[in-house]
């Protein structure tokens, strides 16, 4: 089988180095061009990156030439990890030109015709592929890295029993904010209450994502939800505490047996990047942590703990996920697998 | 006029030595005893501590001896920093004997002839100790480090427009877990969601210190409240996540002037470790934060920020206090103060 | 091939947890016993561990039950992460009783008769078991975990140019004081500059270690040796700042020639835990870092870097290696690989 | 006694809020002009800091205008916490408008002109404004950060025994690269062994700071120096690790007392931001700590601990003090006081 070629927009960024990361070995695709902004271009990869990831760069990568982002490389589809500010016009170019974009930025993501897509909780958004206007090419957007943590462990909850609230407090991991993002002298130390539309975007992509496909449209859910976002001093691993009322109580055993059945299409049909189970619960009563579940499943799985009744809501419980994984890299390639495996949605 | 002469119990753990600190130059308390486990008595405090205040310790202080903890020491009042493993019967011991007992432990917080005291917040609470029956002596309790910041901050919210339901997520700094306390392992680069026993304190002691005495007894408040902890990298300093629903909403303006107008009775008796302003509204969309706020008005201050609308409570804001400040030492001594100020209440 | 049946004494700490993760799955060796302090003993390795590992605890370990540390354990290697104040008697007795004792203790190392073997670096040292007497078992000795990453550099340069003096000063990881180990109110923020028995360490091991083995004994190494060792809030990889005289000066590209070019026995004979380079050399300014180079090659690699000319020595340099790993569980397992490659040494 | 006003280039960066800290009540100086780059000129400088000092900012110095810097500013004397790659021109232009500029920056500190001063060390280097040349004012330069407290160290060993050769690892303190400086995704969990251009300043400015003024010049000290820097996460204090070699070896006892009775102008002439004693020499073997030590007599003195023997050198120990007081804004305060008590050297 022949494979596909992609580009990477925005690859010198931590986002972009993930890609890489989780590309370089892949058995469908082929990174066969790399983009960054101007300042870069020109220059070898190796040259222009301040390489962060654990493992080493790629020798026949670092050699590759960095080009301008825009929308002629020798590539068939392209994973951008380009910055909000930039990244709703050029990914537009590109899927005029005839490219499949698979965004992590949030430029499209509340567009109606784009699947905010999570393999695992809305694999049947990709019909709205059919009608998608850009042009020759599409574009596929993966949610908020918060989101997707967030959605992995409510969709069983949402189709067992039915979700009336949820309160959501976060407590993020430096990595979230991209290189050289976050000062240390703001961080070590420290707490910061404010992460800029952070709130904003938990408070409106989980309507979309467990929203229902029905004739061409996406409907949203139903329920309330309230986030509160704060930066940690932690690597990587986004932590969020969860309060939620259901429309249907049922016995904690219950949600937790939800959890661990949970299994979607990603794993029915055995797409390279998906986890084993996409939502772990933990027993242990000071699980998850980021430092320990971070890497679960290749940090494709979320990790839900302390599962416990609430005062105010029905339960609450602690979930974790990786947030340059799970919540964007390997999150927008599984989003890549699920395509090329189900076929082309009229992609040409 | 003639200092009170006081004894530390537990006087080399880190509560202990916040103690020690805040009293050492006092106008009121004069430091003539220190004691501790018997491992330690005998030794000079200088040869048994290993002291992390950040100002030197005295050298007066360095040269006592350490006294077990019996009910013997030579001093009028004590100030408990001791486990709560043990404090239970060592405090009840020294009351008993005779000595005004400020407890940091938590043994005797829910106790219903013990005020559970935060100065600004329930002052005439101590009027409990009119009736009280643990022998000649008193016991005043401190509560929990998290639990102080937070009825800091609802008090006058409660005052002005009632409370309904509260929900609070911790962020919680290092030295609330003692010393040696958490392992370094355990937390750089990490978060532990769990914290034992302290939600199931701060879904308690509100009740109480939010209470109203009537006849000889506490009448508890009725909101209902929910709490999770999480234990993060930061050395000094409780963050909380809350959410409130009040019983007559009002606009966000005048929750602001709420807790800016707020002073009580440490601010009218101009007590020596009171805050000028116990609680403090932040503009800036990014505070309060633990690294710049902790030190506030002397450790003494709550910090209040981020308040904003919430979808499903009435809103949500953001607090944090010094947890071993306020929220311990620098707390059980503003309570002193008030005692010392304000008359015996049956004491001899 | 039949696997040789190891046991792990000291089985529950940070080491012992190393051990298990590197072991679990290895070509030729299995794991048959776990060994750990009498409170640990008869319950479950799953419910007397709290794991720390990045990867999870085989569930086949997880249902082993903990043994005490006497030598009847159903084994025929041991594999010792026991605390240094236990450990002599310990491995004596198994060395007494038969087992082949591979340790990670000091207890034994300055021993004349134990080999404090680093494969790469005195492969040749194994002779000494062929005389030594502990009784039909034998006990290798693991050198401390700054010293193998020293001598893993200092080789090549020792080989090709001879060494006159060496001063070193370390910046270690917390994970090498064990666990619970460093409390975080010591180190977050701070770096204490002092670990106790470490610098005594680091100037009298690397005397045997390149010492030449002549005639049943080993001569030792005749340069001079300074060192000076600090804890940093890094959880693992220890930092080396070195300072060489040589006693041939050459140019700086032939010290990196001769690191580039290190290969040795373990390469040689292809053992499974080998790394592929024992010594990297970086040519980046700001390299080796413990959070990027911690993990080459297995972790099993030394990384050194930032070679420049020195006003005092001939050269300085910066050199890196994992503290857990290479310097402790994983070189001790390299040492194991080689015995079993190599045949008996006298061993039954 | 009329105050002398000052004003402050470079006001919002790291050094400048140091500087509006240490001043905003000085007993001599006031501050009257606060300058920045062009992006914030015209803003009140609470719009345009992220303020980050522990204290908070002061409402009067709040509210002033940020201005240009151009040298015609309403003030005496002006304290440069400037960039480097500005510094020169700017300090230079001041200089000749007339104005004495205290430069935190290194622009200036080789000149043979001008004082490169540590009022403790050579306070007499001021002689050479007499002679300087810039025009009608007058530039004094703070040396590095790192070399401020090493003189410190040194000079009472270089005046007891003599100095031959030195030896230093520097560990420092990200405030060091001011705001935002390093990104913390490259310090959490690591060290950088780095830092541009430190090492070459640690071996050559002492050789300045340590020589003798004879004549209108300073001679050069003739020992030897070498450094190898190291960044890593911790807040404020550079820790060093030192080695020396003397001309006449002393015992230890003697070095301590040297240190202990080390006293000099600042201290005889009792200057408002002096240290009682600029070097302490601390017993306890694991001191000093930065997060213990860095604020010791108001964060102006140098820590000294762990004095031993050395196998290459005489002796060796660790160094502590605060960068951004003693090593940066204090120390060029320190230097303005001397100045101004001292009299004129020829300004206007």
Chains 1, 2, 3, 4 share one sequence.
Not at 87 to 105: L, R, T, W
Not at 159 to 178: K, P, R
Request: with cysteine; glycine share 8%; hydrophobic share 40%.
């Amino acid at each position: 089988m022949k494979k596909i070629p992609v580009g990477i927009l925005g690859a010198t960024g931590s986002v972009g180095q993930r890609f890489i990361e989780l590309i370089a070995n892949h058995p469908w695709f082929e990174i066969t061009a790399l983009a960054a902004s101007d300042r870069s271009t020109g220059k070898s990869y190796r040259e222009a990156v301040n390489w962060l990831m654990p493992t080493p760069l790629p020798p026949a990568i670092g050699r590759m030439q960095l080009q301008p982002c825009v929308a002629n490389l020798p590539c068939a589809w392209v994973f951008s990890a380009l910055d909000s500010s930039v990244a709703g016009a050029i990914e537009g170019d590109f899927a005029k030109a005839g490219y499949i974009v698979h965004s992590n930025a949030s430029s499209h993501r509340m567009h109606p015709e784009v699947p905010l897509l999570v393999p695992e909780v809305n694999g049947e958004h990709l019909e709205l592929l059919k009608r998608q206007s850009f042009g020759k090419g599409k574009i596929i957007a993966n949610p908020n890295c918060s989101v997707i943590g967030l959605v992995l462990a409510l969709k069983p909850l949402l189709d067992a029993f039915g979700i009336e609230a949820i309160n959501v407090v976060t407590m993020q991991a430096i990595s979230g904010a991209g290189y050289p993002g976050v000062a240390s002298l703001d961080i070590i130390d420290n707490v910061i209450p404010l992460i800029k539309g952070e709130e904003e975007k938990i408070e409106s992509e989980p309507y979309k994502i467990l929203g229902r496909y029905v004739s061409g449209r996406i409907e949203p859910s139903t329920f309330k939800i309230s986030a509160q976002c704060n930066r940690v001093p932690v690597n990587d691993g986004h932590m969020e505490c969860v309060s939620v009322k259901l429309r249907n109580k049922a016995p904690a055993k219950d949600l937790i047996a939800a959890w661990r059945n949970f299994s979607s299409i990603p794993q029915h049909l055995n797409l390279p990047t998906a986890p084993l189970h996409p939502s772990h619960y933990h027993e242990e009563d000071n699980f998850p942590q980021p430092k320990l579940h971070r890497q679960l499943d290749k940090g494709m799985a979320v990790s839900i703990g302390r599962l416990r009744e609430c005062a105010l809501f029905d339960y609450k419980f602690t979930i974790l996920s990786h947030n340059t994984i799970r919540g964007a890299a390997g999150g927008a390639l599984l989003n890549a697998e699920l395509m090329a495996r189900q076929g082309d949605y009229g992609c040409h």
